[in-house]
């Protein structure tokens, strides 16, 4: 019944910009833990931004501080990720996910996951 769907995904040049979305479903969007996380090919899986219910507190990974920007729209029940002045090391598969069990706010502990969307920045 719980759903997050992603989108936006795409093929970019280094240095340009996108903007990636997850609309939830099945549960009460807001009082969660929300995150994205991405996946490159032979990477392990790690935590890009994550906020607190309400997005009382965010959370960046250094690669992407001040580069990508988490929010959300409550009342639509999605989440964003604002991902500017790519980089080919950004390329991955990134995903939504909900509900933190336990440990970090970037710790891969959440409940519920999308399907991931790719993300490809060319040089």
């Known amino acids: 019944q719980v759903q997050l769907v992603e989108s936006g995904g795409g093929s970019v040049q280094a240095g340009g910009s996108l903007r990636l979305s997850c609309v939830a479903s099945?549960?009460?969007?807001?009082?969660?833990?929300m995150a994205w996380f991405r996946q490159a090919p032979g990477k392990e899986r790690e935590g890009v931004a994550s906020m607190s219910p309400f997005n009382t507190t965010s959370y960046y990974a250094d690669s992407v501080k001040g580069r990508f920007t988490i929010s959300q729209e409550i009342a639509k029940n999605t989440m964003y990720l604002e991902m500017n002045s790519l980089k080919p090391e950004d390329t991955a598969v990134y995903y939504c996910?909900?509900?933190?069990?336990?440990?970090?706010?970037?710790?891969?502990?959440?409940?519920?996951w999308g399907q991931g969307t790719q993300v490809t920045v060319s040089s």
């Open positions: 099945g549960f009460t969007y807001g009082r969660k833990w």
């Open positions: 996910a909900a509900d933190l069990r336990r440990g970090l706010p970037l710790s891969s502990a959440y409940g519920y």
